[in-house]
């Protein structure tokens, strides 16, 4: 039995005291895992990421019920300060570079958690995972394209040396090619650096493909989990959203009906 | 000719002060986004810091100055510990209206204690400090500010550049949300541009001391003038403060010299208002890398 690094019991989160986002979500991760979290747009993923970061905060929500457990320790409701130097670092949806920094400062940014310690062989590392960076340290990031600038925001997540990394649709927007790029990288760092990962997409295919786990989320609740290849054999999950009609052919597109079949969860 | 040159180098000097005072703007603006309407005041406290240090405690030069810079810096760490932090998440107005209570507190304060008397420091620069430019004599305190207004420039553009501290702060000025995710320690970089702030502006007030004598309304009032330095540079650049400073500087001397003194003060904003005509953000305004 691994142990579990996070623990989320049952957790309702509020934003500015009225609007309820989540409702009762749990789920547990276990250290080295690649859990990934699926679900259509407001299903309430993000706010289950920043709830552990401590995101929620600046944008005037919060945990109102359940706990956050991460390695034993009650996380919720903390500032993002002190949970990011518990090594649980998220990395935002829609990559937030610093525009006006360039490649390599971006990256010492992610120093931030540990100041004042030597942090060039994290550079060395990061530039290992992502060759292309390495061409382009001085380059402001307002200029890269959006391929590199999700490498930047991962590889500066990685510069803060999490346990838990929790990355935010890091497909968004990006070419197939590229996306199967990025997540070989993910399942890299996955394997080598031991990081344990939480995969918030909408690539439902993608994201069961390198998971251990995964969960399902619908209107704020966590509607199905299981192994990830059990998750991707379910029927429902075929048909919403991996494209497939039940016999498990790719489905043309005259047969998509969306009430063809109902969500049995709902 | 010889006026000429003397006017220059005056305008260089002044606008030089008026460039490094308009940096303390630019740096709380940069990284909180506060219009900081105090800004005239911390010129002030740092004047009336070195007379203290100077005239009451009577400290030797180096030390005095050393010992303002100190104090101020402090301030500024206090003013954001005491007065902002707890309105940290609430909107932006709040802030701004709340520096302008500063402003009144920190001049009622002084009034109270200096009241509005014009006090001069005592004569303490050699006067080998100046140099024979040709035929123009430089005096010592225009000399001892180009040279401490460099030796500051640098070192903030040294640790802006290259400390990991410095790109911290760089970072929260460019994307707040991305720097608390990396746990940047986003109270931390507030209360510490408020400290660096309110050391270049006390800077600048001890300067400004020296060149037209310390007063609580003038000093204040000198404050002010960041407003077309920065609107001229534009409001988030910092070298476009230097530039804005020393152009407002140069401006005002020669209104000054050739037109009329009275209009010393008039011309300026004249020229400022066709020039935002032309560049609406200033002359150095950062333009916002747009992804399309």
């Known amino acids: 039995m691994e142990q579990k690094l996070l623990q989320i019991n049952n957790i309702s989160v509020v934003y500015s005291d009225v609007i309820q986002v989540l409702k009762g979500v749990s789920l547990s991760v276990e250290k080295g895992q690649i859990v990934s979290l699926l679900g259509s747009n407001g299903a309430g993923k ?37 949970i990011t130097r518990h090594g649980i670092i998220q990395v935002l949806e829609g990559r937030q570079p610093f525009k006006y920094l360039s490649i390599e400062e971006n990256l010492r940014v992610g120093t931030a958690t540990r100041a004042g310690k030597p942090y060039q062989e994290d550079l060395d590392k990061v530039y290992k995972y992502f060759p292309q960076l390495s061409n382009m340290r001085k380059k402001l990031a307002g200029y890269c394209s959006g391929g590199e600038l999700q490498m930047l925001v991962i590889g500066r997540g990685l510069m803060a040396h999490p346990e838990l990394l929790m990355l935010d649709e890091p497909s968004l927007g990006l070419a197939p090619i590229l996306v199967r790029e990025i997540f070989d990288i993910i399942r890299r760092i996955n394997e080598d650096e031991g990081t344990t990962i939480i995969l918030v997409e909408q690539n439902a295919k993608m994201a069961l493909k390198i998971a251990t786990y995964g969960y399902v989320m619908e209107n704020g609740k966590i509607v199905m989990e299981g192994p990830a290849e059990e998750v991707r054999e379910n029927p429902d999950i075929k048909e919403f959203y991996l494209g497939m009609s039940v016999s498990g052919d790719a489905k043309s597109y005259d047969e998509v009906k969306s009430y063809r079949r109902r969500k049995r969860w709902l | 000719m010889d006026f000429f040159m003397q006017l220059l180098i005056g305008g260089l000097s002044v606008g030089f002060v008026y460039g490094l005072s308009a940096m303390g703007f630019v740096m709380i603006f940069k990284s909180s986004s506060v219009l900081n309407f105090a800004h005239g005041e911390l010129l002030a406290l740092g004047g009336y810091f070195f007379l203290i240090f100077i005239t009451i405690v009577k400290l030797p030069v180096i030390l005095a100055f050393i010992f303002t810079l100190l104090a101020c810096f402090i301030t500024g760490i206090l003013i954001e510990r005491v007065f902002l932090r707890s309105l940290i998440g609430e909107k932006l107005i709040f802030v701004i209206m709340l520096t302008v209570g500063l402003a009144a507190m920190f001049k009622g304060l002084l009034l109270l204690i200096f009241g509005g008397n014009l006090y001069t420091y005592p004569d303490f620069l050699p006067a080998a400090m100046g140099i024979q430019l040709g035929v123009v004599q430089v005096p010592p305190v225009y000399v001892a500010t180009f040279g401490i207004g460099i030796f500051f420039l640098v070192l903030f553009g040294l640790f802006f550049k290259f400390s990991s501290q410095g790109i911290y702060m760089r970072s929260v000025a460019d994307n707040q949300r991305a720097s608390l995710s990396l746990g940047v320690n986003v109270r931390r970089v507030f209360a510490l541009s408020w400290a660096i702030a309110a050391l270049v502006a006390g800077m600048s007030g001890v300067v400004l001391g020296i060149i037209n004598g310390v007063n609580v309304h003038d000093l204040s009032a000198l404050g002010l003038k960041v407003f077309p330095v920065i609107i001229l540079g534009g409001l988030d650049s910092i070298g476009g403060a230097i530039v804005g400073g020393l152009i407002i500087g140069i401006l005002e001397t020669f209104t000054g010299g050739y037109i009329s003194p009275s209009l010393r003060d008039v011309i300026p904003y004249i020229i400022l208002v066709f020039i935002l005509l032309v560049k609406p953000y200033g002359l150095f305004g950062l333009k916002e890398i747009e992804r399309v």
Not at chain 1, 62 to 82: F, R
């Open chain 1, 46 to 82: 993000t706010t289950t990421l920043k709830a552990i970061s401590g995101l929620l905060k600046p944008e005037n929500g919060m945990v109102t019920e359940g706990a956050i457990v991460y390695k034993g320790l009650p996380m919720h409701n903390k500032s993002p300060e002190e």
